[in-house]
């Protein structure tokens, strides 16, 4: 099994009414729009930095290892 962190459903409040809008992480990396379900407010997501993204790709990249370690322990 190979990770996909990116895909990951996480929640964060709208900033004009608080409702938790859903998201994935890729939908920051690719700096979708979101609509707030409860008061229709536009949300952008976006990642000007980048941090998320070198961070989920080094976790990924160490569950991964992880993964293939146990594997071969397991043998």
Do not use: K
């Not at 900033?15 to 379900?37: I, K, M, N």
């Not at 952008?44 to 322990?73: C, M, Y």
């Amino acid at each position: 099994m190979l990770w996909d962190l990116d895909n990951i459903t996480l929640h964060a409040p709208c900033s004009r009414c608080g409702y938790l809008v859903e998201f994935q992480l890729v939908d920051a990396h690719t700096q979708v729009w979101r609509w707030c379900p409860c008061c229709r407010s536009r949300i952008h997501l976006v990642e000007p930095d980048g941090s998320v993204s070198g961070a989920v790709s080094g976790a990924t990249e160490a569950l991964n290892s992880l993964e293939e370690t146990i594997r071969r322990l397991s043998r």
